[in-house]
């Protein structure tokens, strides 16, 4: 695991492009935010990275997949997914060379 | 020369389809038919057969099988070494390029004296060297919709080891059609990438909570062709592609061994072997950092979905058939291809890498003019047109939106120019010195012209910014043949 977040945060990771698209490999981001929100936020502070790696890259959350195809990404629990404080997400875009 | 006609019993690929599945049909045949070892096999296999879960079961498990290796490149040669070396009885290796110098610093199943022959030639006279006993089956082309279904089907698992995304969505859509457990691995630059995807396998549509997903469940939009990055551009080190290599041989080799690539239905009494099924799979990443040792970030698992209900390949309501493969449909090239391309710059905003020169050696450009190149620092670190001002896309990229925020915030400009080089800074901005652009193939410089224009380099439209066409490759065909393009 990387270092924990501080206090009201989470961790961001971005793998691969999405980390050459970032110019960083990890950063906080204030916490809770609506997992529906996530791909806004980034939009915000990177522009064009939705376009260029978010939409077909895929998520996790403290290491397992969460399905972002939904408008509001929902849990096992039926109920919408919320990030919380201390929860690490990443950005996973497919490799394909060889 | 028979092996070269094709696979075996493949006249008609079907045959050993069905004989694969009649064989899972029994317990004797499961663990595949028993017999001794030879002396050659006993000598040869001893220090992997006497690993705990392994056995003499486990070796006949690999003697009888048949893997086929799609690609003899990066991931294709080390994972081969190690598929051959554990005695797999039939090994298929498909590829149709050839072997240059610029492969050999991480395709280790080639060598210096085979530059110019076939891959699969090249690597199988390798793997004969290392191991005589398995049959080794060269394809030597491309895999392709027409070929595929023929090619994957007498196999009883397949190893992704391929370069690009079409054929990655191609082999995994037909390895779903004819049920053969995918290991999927990739990598460039500093990434590596392995899953094992569509194992046990099961049939198109079936839904019922355990069954494993197939590449477009984890994957179901390609990335854009402008962020798709081969290794002969973004690079590669070898050691990254080998680990994913080697990994994907391990995760090959223990499917087979322990016949995980049996479906759980056909043997529900076998409680242990269910529970070892990979339905819920993981994906692998592997991030190594030139900068930092060995870290956590290093290595992950990252725990994957099942089968997804609205996959186009193998989902509920699929249409996906190896007709409609073999005529056309899905067509892989487009789905992976350039969208129409964004940036129409008019043709005063463009110019020949001839013309450049010839303005520069007549002395026609204005003393302050400037050439940016976008090409990342590790390439323009081996050389550049007279002059350039190196500013690496991404980086580029970057600046143009924080440009854009600050002046939607009102404003704050200086931090702007922070990030600017010097040359370009904006409070230098000479109406009469035009900018011109170069990248390496020509494509990055007509986006990084509209950015630079957006962030108001052109002074209102009063100083020209160009894309030199064709990038640097054209340089060196057209002015300087000595440059050292990679």
């Known amino acids: ?98 | 020369m028979e092996e070269r006609t094709g696979p075996p019993s493949s006249q008609n690929g079907t045959t050993a389809v069905s004989s694969v599945r009649k064989r899972t049909s029994t317990e004797e045949s499961r663990r595949g038919p028993s017999r001794p070892l030879t002396q050659a096999e006993f000598e040869r296999y001893s220090r992997q057969m006497i690993v705990p879960g392994m056995g003499k079961e486990g070796q006949l498990r690999l003697i009888n099988s048949r893997i086929l290796i799609i690609g003899a490149g990066g991931l294709g040669c080390p994972a081969a070494q190690y598929v051959a070396g554990a005695g797999v009885g039939t090994i298929g290796i498909v590829d149709g390029d050839v072997v240059e110098t610029s492969n050999l610093h991480r395709q280790v199943g080639h060598s210096t004296s085979r530059i110019g022959m076939k891959k699969v030639d090249s690597l199988i006279t390798h793997l004969r060297h290392l191991n005589p006993l398995p049959r080794y089956i060269p394809y030597p082309f491309h895999i392709n919709a027409q070929n595929a279904a023929d090619i994957i089907s007498p196999f009883d698992l397949v190893m992704d080891c391929t370069d690009n995304p079409a054929t990655r969505y191609l082999i995994s859509d037909v390895c779903v059609l004819v049920q053969k457990p995918l290991v999927s691995a990739a990598s460039v630059q500093k990434s590596g990438q392995l899953i094992v995807l569509n194992c046990p396998p099961a049939p198109q549509g079936q839904l019922d909570g355990t069954t494993a997903p197939c590449y477009r469940c984890c994957f179901p939009k390609p990335p854009p062709p402008s962020s798709m990055v081969s290794c002969g551009e973004a690079g590669i080190m070898g050691p990254v592609v080998g680990m994913m290599g080697v990994a994907q041989a391990g995760e090959a080799l223990k499917i087979i061994s322990s016949a995980l690539n049996i479906p759980s239905s056909t043997q529900p009494l076998d409680s242990e072997v269910v529970d070892r099924n990979l339905r819920q799979p993981y994906l692998l990443i592997y991030s190594y950092d030139l900068e930092a040792a060995i870290g956590p970030m290093s290595f992950r698992a990252l725990k994957m979905a099942g089968r997804r209900k609205k996959c186009f390949a193998c989902g509920e309501n699929s249409t996906l058939s190896l007709e409609g493969i073999r005529s056309g449909t899905p067509n892989y090239e487009q789905f992976c291809s350039l969208p129409a391309p964004k940036h129409a710059l008019s043709a005063e905003e463009r110019i020949t890498a001839t013309e450049y020169q010839n303005l520069k050696e007549r002395g026609l450009l204005p003393e302050h003019h400037l050439l940016v190149d976008t090409r990342e620092k590790e390439h323009f670190s081996f050389g550049a047109i007279d002059g350039a001002v190196n500013f690496p896309f991404g980086k580029l990229l970057m600046t143009a939106a924080q440009v854009k925020r600050d002046k939607s915030n009102g404003g704050a400009e200086p931090q702007t120019q922070m990030i600017l080089p010097n040359e370009l800074a904006l409070d230098t901005v000479d109406g009469n010195a035009p900018i011109f652009v170069v990248c390496r193939r020509g494509l990055d410089s007509q986006e990084a012209v509209e950015k630079l224009k957006e962030m108001g380099l052109d002074d209102g439209g009063k100083r020209k910014i160009m894309d030199i066409i064709g990038g640097m490759r054209a340089w060196k065909e057209e002015v300087d043949s000595t440059f050292p393009f990679i």
């Open chain 1, 1 to 98: 695991m990387t270092s924990k977040p501080p206090k009201g945060r989470f961790n961001m990771l971005y793998f691969a492009s999405a980390g050459s698209f970032t110019r960083k490999q990890v950063e906080s981001l204030p916490a809770p935010l609506p997992l529906a929100k996530l791909f806004d936020t980034l939009e915000k502070r990177y522009e064009g990275i939705r376009e260029s790696v978010l939409d077909h890259s895929l998520v996790t959350i403290n290491l397992a997949y969460v399905d972002m195809d939904d408008d509001e990404p929902k849990g096992e629990d039926g109920r919408p997914i919320v990030i919380q404080e201390g929860d690490e997400v990443a950005i996973i875009p497919p490799v394909s060379s060889g």
